[in-house]
């Protein structure tokens, strides 16, 4: 059998390992199951909401109004009602009893913490305000054009960077997030494969028949097929999340308006190299690990966080020379380049040549991968120390 078929078959029988068809269709159904809990849930708690019964004395002093979708109920009260009223809100016939002092003071007495306070807050403090205005004879016309702030229209010169779409930062963003998802699952499903075998001898008898470069590269593939099959069922039930909450009218929106579908593009590509990057070196990783649970080399599951901290700081500068840089070294462009996309103009050869050592780097690190995990997985014992594995790959 050639080559390239041993690996399609191993990635193949990897990939159906860990993939269940009857497994990521319960796992969307188990989602849209609690969508329609969570939400529904939700509306029916608001349509069974109760008044709030709020007495009022002392309203002459400062006259509001609450806003008429609220769920308080005001009702004026006289003075020598008050020890009446504190009788009502102690028996909790009442919810709250509000006594305006003075334009500066005012007392609410609940029997219970009172949840719906910052609303009434800011209705008394806006009627305080408006009496304020009144009080130093300014008209409110005259004041809100003093406090109305200068309109700083921000024009691009039609030869310029035209600005990006939510739509299209928002897939940045969201590129990032299921590169690194991936990259976990992706990482979690190599170190229980690879260690189990290795600890059950197994791979010694499989690397008999192919080659060690041809189990490796079906592992990638496979066990990379599978997380990003992974990554899409649980995409697929956030979008039904958020489906669902806009049926119950919860205002949430999926913008979609693309305006430059090379950016997108450019995007969809370096999440999956970044993706296959960290996959490969993962799965080098694994075979020279004895036990998952206690080798230290677990803490290399957040290298991959590296970047993103990086691709954070383009909000302040994404036109310095350090993000330049970055944008183009193989382990941080996947999120550097990125956020750099959405933010600023970046020349087609910077995506290009960032994309090429991507590519280059990836490729070397399969190559490495094969005698470093033909070394790992037939050492026992003491693992190998982070400067052997460099020295294996670099004899690769």
């Given at each position: 059998m050639k080559s390239h078929s041993l690996v399609f078959e191993i990635a193949k029988w990897e990939f159906h390992r860990w993939f269940k068809w009857k497994d990521q269709i319960i796992t969307v159904a188990i989602s849209l199951a609690l969508s329609l809990a969570i939400w529904g849930g939700i509306a029916l708690l608001k349509s069974g909401d109760a008044p709030i019964k709020l007495s009022v004395i002392g309203r002459d002093i400062l006259p509001f109004e609450i806003p008429a979708n609220s769920r308080i109920e005001l009702q004026t009260a006289e003075l020598k009602d008050e020890e009446r009223l504190r009788e009502l809100v102690g028996r909790s016939e009442i919810d709250g009893l509000l006594i305006i002092k003075s334009l500066d003071a005012a007392e609410l007495l609940v029997y219970k913490e009172p949840f719906w306070k910052s609303e009434i807050e800011q209705c008394l403090t806006e009627a305080r305000t408006q009496l304020k205005i009144q009080e130093f004879q300014l008209p409110p016309a005259q004041l809100a054009d003093a406090l109305r702030p200068i309109t700083l229209a921000v024009a691009i010169h039609e030869g310029g960077h035209k600005p990006t779409s939510v739509a299209e930062k928002i897939t940045a963003g969201l590129i990032i997030c299921v590169m690194l998802f991936g990259i976990f699952i992706g990482a979690a499903y190599q170190f229980v494969a690879i260690t189990g075998e290795k600890q059950f001898r197994v791979t010694e008898m499989v690397i008999s028949a192919v080659t060690p470069q041809q189990w490796i590269d079906g592992k990638i593939l496979g066990v990379s097929a599978y997380a990003l099959a992974f990554v899409f069922t649980s995409t697929t039930s956030i979008l039904l999340f958020v489906l669902v909450s806009q049926a119950?009218?919860?205002?949430?929106?999926?913008?979609?308006?693309?305006?430059?579908?090379?950016i997108i593009l450019s995007l969809i590509l370096l999440g999956l190299g970044g993706f296959?990057?960290?996959?490969?070196?993962?799965?080098?990783?694994?075979?020279?690990?004895?036990?998952?649970?206690?080798?230290?080399?677990?803490?290399?599951?957040?290298?991959?966080?590296?970047?993103?901290?990086?691709?954070?700081f383009t909000f302040k500068n994404p036109?310095?020379?350090?993000?330049?840089?970055?944008?183009?070294?193989?382990?941080?462009?996947?999120?550097?380049?990125?956020?750099?996309?959405?933010?600023t103009e970046v020349a087609w050869w910077e995506v290009a040549v960032a994309l090429l050592l991507l590519g280059l780097t990836t490729w070397f690190f399969r190559s490495a991968s094969g005698k470093i995990f033909r070394l790992g997985m037939l050492m026992h014992g003491k693992e190998p120390a982070f400067k052997e594995i460099i020295r294996w790959a670099r004899e690769a």
């Open positions: 119950f009218g919860s205002g949430w929106t999926i913008p979609v308006e693309v305006t430059n579908p090379p296959l990057l960290w996959n490969t070196i993962f799965t080098a990783v694994s075979a020279t690990v004895n036990d998952p649970n206690t080798s230290a080399k677990g803490s290399l599951l957040l290298a991959p966080f590296v970047p993103v901290i990086f691709a954070v036109d310095s020379i350090g993000m330049q840089i970055l944008s183009l070294i193989p382990f941080t462009s996947p999120a550097v380049l990125p956020a750099r996309l959405v933010l």
